[in-house]
Structures are given as C-alpha cells and as structure tokens.
C-alpha cells in the first residue's frame, strides 16, 4: 500500500477504531460499520487499533489480550474487508512482527525521536505514520522523517496530537498542520488523544470527548490531510482510553459535517 491510495480531491482520509484489540467479535463489528458508512461517504478508510499498550500508567492498566491473538485479528480485519489497517508499535522488534499484519505503522508521540525504533519501521517498506511529541516544536518534526528517509523509506505521514499544557492538560496549535505539510507529506489530526488529559491522580487518564466535533472541524477547516478518531461502542466499558473516545453511532452524523467544511475550503 501507498501513501497515494489514500488521497483524494473530494474528501479527507480516516484512520479510526478501537483503541486496543479487545475482541474478535468486537473489532469485526466496528470495522464493518465504518467500512459501511465510509464507503457510502468516498472516505478513504484505514482500521485503526493498538495490538498491545506499552505506555500505561500503572501496573493493573488493561495492556491488550496478547501480542499474536491481537494481530492477527487485525489481519482478520484487514482481510475480511479488504481495507488498509493502522497499528502502533513500541521497540525495534516489534516493527516486522506487526508489518505481517498491518499497512501502517505508528510511532507513539513519546517515542517520536527513538532512532533505532524509526528505523527499524522504515525498513519494513510499510507508510510509516510518525506522531508528535507532545514536547516538541511542528519544526522539530523534520528530524523525525529525515529519519525514516535515509533508512530508505519515504512513505511518511505525521499526526498532530497536542501539545503538553502544564502537568494534566493538552492544548491543540493549529498551526502544527500547516507546519508540518510544509515538509511535504500528509498531517492527520488525532482528534481524540489530543483532548486526554493525562497524569490524573488516580491514575486514570481523562478526557474532554465534548470537544471531539470542535477539534475535528477546526483541523479540516484548516486543511488537514487526514483525521485519527478512536471510537467504541460503548466507551465508557472500553479497556482503553474510554474518557476521550467517540461514540461509534455518532460518527457518522460527524462525518456528514467534515465534508461539508471540506467542500467549502476546497471552494474558496
């Protein structure tokens, strides 16, 4: 797969799904929805779920049902719906072991600038989708792809996740988008992770998932290339990140309106 596979004049592309892999059944379930609606829509879809949590909080977070089982419900996904799939992944060996199943592999924010790991993806031959640190400058992004470009790969996107705001908080600059495009490859804006609100006490991490539609509108009014959106059933039983994701049944009345913003900044 090509990062030109995704493109298209008329509308955005969409990374979206559970956060983790919980269940066959399950991700079967979300996949088919949106595959449904996004065709219907001429949305480009890629299905989007981490096989494995590695950056948790604490010890009795839910990490995933195990590395093998999860993948390979992801192929599962990507084999029943004939459609792209997005994983993330967390040191160097797990870059071959995900591109058996996976399309695309994501570099986590905190591991933005991890050499080795950035390498390590490049060298699959998969797109790469390399998130920014919520530390770091839109500018400082370029390293981060060079990266992957001298290890013989140009198939990068980059993903605008927001910006560390004090101790507990994000706040979203929107002109990481046009930043970042400045180097030349597709920015999608994580709707989702860029409203959690970290480092709680109990050590849970919260969310402001009121504000998914504010975010998602102001990133395709601005221009962006593609959207990352985590959504679940029922998020509030989700095992993962449930305090910042979407609503499966609300997303299409979502995507409705980010195409008509689309259409009109393409008309101006």
Not at 11 to 26: H, I, R, S, T
């Amino acid at each position: 797969m090509k990062i030109e596979n995704l493109k298209t004049e008329a509308a955005f592309f969409l990374l979206a799904g559970p956060c983790v892999v919980e269940n066959e059944l399950m991700a079967l379930q979300i996949a088919e929805k949106i595959v449904a609606l996004t065709e219907r829509l001429g949305i480009p879809y890629v299905f989007k779920a981490s096989y494995k949590k590695a950056n948790r909080s604490r010890m009795d977070s839910f990490t995933g049902i195990g590395d093998e089982k999860a993948l390979k419900i992801l192929g599962k996904v990507r084999d029943t719906f004939h459609i792209p799939v997005v994983t993330d992944i967390h040191e160097t060996t797990d870059a071959e072991k995900a591109a058996e199943y996976a399309d695309i592999l994501q570099i986590p924010a905190f591991l933005c600038r991890q050499t080795d790991l950035l390498a390590a993806a490049a060298r699959t031959n998969k797109i790469v989708n390399i998130k920014k640190g919520q530390f770091l400058s839109p500018e400082a992004m370029r390293f981060a792809v060079q990266k992957v470009i001298d290890s013989g790969n140009d198939q990068v996107m980059l993903t605008e996740r927001g910006t560390t705001f004090g101790y507990t908080d994000l706040v979203v600059d929107f002109r990481s988008i046009p930043a970042m495009q400045a180097f030349g490859y597709p920015v999608i804006m994580d709707v989702t992770h860029s409203l959690q609100q970290p480092n709680q006490a109990g050590g849970v991490t919260g969310g402001m998932p009121q504000l998914i539609e504010t975010i998602a509108k102001a990133a395709i009014a601005v221009g962006a290339d593609g959207l990352f959106i985590e959504t679940h059933p029922e998020p509030a039983k989700a095992l993962s990140d449930g305090a910042n994701m979407l609503p499966l049944d609300v997303l299409e009345q979502l995507l409705e309106k980010l195409l008509k913003i689309r259409s009109a900044v393409k008309n101006v």
